[in-house]
Structures are given as structure tokens and as C-alpha cells.
């Protein structure tokens, strides 16, 4: 049997790791913070080390001088990403009955996903009731371009950055029906626009079928997208307007719990 944690210490970064029980440490520390003799004592580093470590992340916003430079305290760019994971945590938790009824009402494994600068980060999904099960992974961010809930959030942005996205993503060509170029992508997000809901139509998974429709949040952004997937043989193409319509009313259901508003999207 393979020893576990001397594979894991392979691929553990020490400076990281020092750094990340550094920001524990000022966190157990409280309002009054830590100063670099005390930062050394508990890493059981020199004080050098501490002093470099404390500068890096103060420099990143994960740390503040409190008392220039004697001491440090928690940065104000944790409490941003504290919060955004609170958002994320909050948008799941929100969205996960308005899952359920739409995968009851499709009888669809439906998924949410969330929009992190264009990219679809799946948090929740609800298994349709027939016998395919489609374990995608939650958390991990996926393609915009053949995704149903990739291209509904990539509706909401203007052409200038739909295309600078696709040139930093690129277009991976996964079946013969993966869009291949920008102008394709940029008709397919016109239409859209127009019906309300983005299909992926074999496009990441050959007899694979997606549909999927933006959710917005407050302040009238794209926060994510809801999408359903099936077998494409299980999908009629007389049921696909309904079939956008629902998930398109799902979406909408999800921004009125948000507090949300649609807000139209730049050409």
C-alpha cells in the first residue's frame, strides 16, 4: 500500500504551506494581531523568514501593518474573499429548490452554475429521475464556449469581451458539433439572446443534450447560469422551445429570490 502522505508531501509547496499557517496564526491572534518575533516563534522559523512571509502577503492584501510594520493583522482582500465565498455558499443554497422543481418538471439532471468572469463554476446539481446519472464534478470551471450554461452567461456580455475571453480560453474542439470559431459562437450567443435560453447540442459530449438560461443577481449581473442535461435521444427537437422556456422560468425564479433584475445584454 502506498504511503499517503509522503505522496502528498510531494507536491506540497513549503513556502505555501509556512504561508498559510502564518495567516491561521494572525487569525487565532485576534483584533491585536501578531508581531514578526511572535510569527517566527510559532512557525518555528527565523525571524527573517517571518519577516519576508508577513511582507508577501501584506504586499497580496491578506495581511495589514497594524503598527508599522511591528505588527500585522488580517487584510482587508480576506474579507473580500470571504465574502464571495459567503455569496457563492448563499446563491447554492438559494438555488437548490428551485433545482429540484426543475428537475422534477423536465425530469432532468439540472445543475447550477455560477459565473466567474465568464467561466461556469458548477456548485449544485439534482439528479432527473430515469436510470442516466451525469456525474459531472461540482467546483471545477468548465468551457463557456459548448457548455448550455457556458454560452447563456457568455449572452450577457458584450462581443469586445466575449472575444477576448475566447482568446485567453481557446475553442477545444471536443465532437464533430464544438463550435470552431468566434463568428459561430457570436451567432449562436445572438440567438440566444433572442429566445432566452443557450443550448449545448452534442457540443462538449457527443449524445449529450444541454439547455441552459442566465439568473441574475441585485445589481442586474449575470450571477450563473441553470442548465438541464440528457440524452440527446431523449430530447425531441419539437420539445426543445418548452424545454428552454422552463429552464428560462427556473432562471427567472432564481433571480427573484436573489433580489435580482435582468439586465439587457451589450452587443
Known sequence: MPNIEHTEDRYRVQSVARAAALLELVADAGPQGLGVTEMAQGLGVAKSTALSLSRTLAHAGLLRSLDVGARYGLGLNLLRLGDLASQQTSIGELGLPVLHQLS?????TARLAINENGY????ERVDGGGPVRF?????QREE???????????????EAS??????????RVHT?????SVEELLHDLERARQVGFALDDEEEAEGVFCVGAAFFDHQGRCAGALSV????????LREVQALGQSVHAHAERLTTILSGSRRMARR
Open 120 to 123: 461556469p463554476i458548477f456548485l
Open 144 to 158: 463557456p464556449h459548448c457548455t448550455a450554461a457556458g454560452k447563456a452567461i457568455l449572452a450577457q456580455m458584450d
Open 229 to 236: 442535461t440528457d440524452l440527446k435521444l431523449d430530447v425531441p
Open 162 to 171: 466575449v472575444r477576448q475571453l475566447i482568446e485567453e480560453a481557446g475553442m
Open 176 to 180: 464533430p458539433k464544438t463550435l470552431r
Open 135 to 139: 456525474h459531472a464534478p461540482l467546483g
Open 104 to 108: 422534477q418538471a423536465t425530469g432532468m
